[in-house]
């Protein structure tokens, strides 16, 4: 094949000295009463001895540490109930005391730092000819496996040469706001496509509004529970509709955090073993206006959650799930414009092909039309995509990825017609990127694997990762490409 790789001498790896300070449950509820006690027992000068001791050793590594010990008090104070302890009748420094043995360091980048996307930043202020700011996102993962998704900012020069800037050192957590508002009927329709129809439901969405905010929900759930006698069948639909609930969510960062400090950790029980691979798009809608879309798979050990990020900033997110019966594998990436009045998406819905799907709701997909199939011996066992459908003049740009022999992902290119994606026009016969003698080796031996390219310079621009552990970059001519590409009609 006769496109020329150039691999970027940009490299992205874990760093262990990357850390947040997350809630911590030492055991159950018998030993936290226990540890509280303990703290509640001390006399005061050393609660203000232990707790400045803490703030010395740690303060310099979180930003605000003493608001994270308070946040994790309040977490814990359910645990009051039983030992007859008012705490409120507490002070300030006994609280943060007792929060920071609730609080732990976890180095989110400790063990992988993969899987990349890549979108134009939304300030593109201050930039010479030629050059374009971009944030590239990563599936992080420390311990546990448990992955979140960090960024990095850096500038393509005229050249396309890449500058990251270099990451701060304080990692912060956002802000979560549960106050989604939600629909009666959508909600209830949602629940019927989780095949979740109990009489149950209906008696808790009775005492609902049309719209009713997460509060309101938990509250009629109470209700419901006072009222009803609970059989184990109907727990598990109190707990179905607990769990939709908490897929809908927001978060924001601070103002003053650089993007590079900040991370999304996962927060509700369907992610709660890692948000993973994340494909952002520059979605530009009919009005001209923008907005940065990301799916990822969510994934609580068990199964796993198409689900939705939604921000114009980078420092807002809205959280949403994704619905409908072929969204319920990995691997969905948004086309970053609506096609014919409609939403487009391509997904390998049946784990083993790519598929397109249209809808006029951003968050259902009901209907998959497969438009490629394993073809070659290096993507027999199932291919995918590579991130969001880039826009040329000669159609829809896909990267793709193949697994052949010995479980080895490599990268490859479709190209689908402008007005009708269902059509593919031409795709490459040999990969475009396979792990060479460095890359195969790492945490998954043999895989590079793509959330999402962008083109600048007449270049294609592919961010990488490489054996889920480290990340970096190649560029491909886009003249070569499509030549390639149209050689293979």
Known sequence: MSITIKRKPNKFSPDFTRVIARFFMPGQLDRAESIIRKVVNLPDESVLLTLNQVLRNFSKRHRNISKTFKNHFNKIEY??????????????????????????????????????????HPDQSGLEEGQKRVIASFRATGE??????????????????????????LVDLPEI???????????????????????????????????FIYGELQESIEKTIKETKISYSKKKVIQAINWLANSHYEITFSLDTAISERVIFPVSYSESNGIEDARFVKFVDDDSSVTYYATYTAYNGFT?????????????FK?????????????????????????????????????IMFSDNINVW???????????????????????????????????????????????AALLDLKNPTKLIARLKDPLLTPND??????????VYSCGSIIHNNELIIPYGISDFASTFATFSMDELLDELLNNQ
């Open 79 to 120: 645990a009051f109930d039983k030992i007859n302890i008012n705490p409120k009748s507490l002070s300030l420094e006994r609280k943060l005391l007792i929060g920071s043995y609730f609080t732990m360091e976890y180095s989110i980048e400790s063990a992988a730092f993969f899987n990349p996307s890549l979108v134009e």
């Open 144 to 169: 546990g496996h448990i992955s979140s998704i960090v960024f990095r900012c850096g500038i393509i020069d005229k050249n396309n040469k890449l500058n990251f800037e270099a990451p701060g050192k």
């Open 177 to 211: 706001i549960k106050r989604h508002v939600y629909n009666k009927k959508s909600f209830i329709k949602k629940l019927e496509e989780m095949n979740i129809k109990k009489d149950i439901v209906g008696i808790v969405m009775d005492k609902l509004e049309d719209t």
């Open 304 to 316: 796993i959650l198409p689900k939705l990020l939604k921000t114009k900033d980078f420092y807002h």
């Open 319 to 355: 959280v949403m799930p994704i619905y409908g019966e072929y969204v319920h594998n990995k691997g969905i990436a948004l086309f970053p414009r609506k096609i014919n009045g409609k939403y487009a998406l391509i997904s390998r819905s049946d784990g083993v092909n790519n598929s």
């Open 366 to 412: 009901r209907k998959a039309q497969k438009i490629q199939e394993p073809l070659y011996p290096w993507e027999f066992i199932q291919i995918g995509n590579a991130g969001s459908p880039i826009e040329t003049e000669k159609g829809w740009l896909v990267i793709t990825h193949g697994v052949g022999p010995l479980r080895r992902y490599c990268l490859g």
């Open 438 to 447: 460095v890359e195969r080796e790492g945490y998954v031996p043999n895989v």
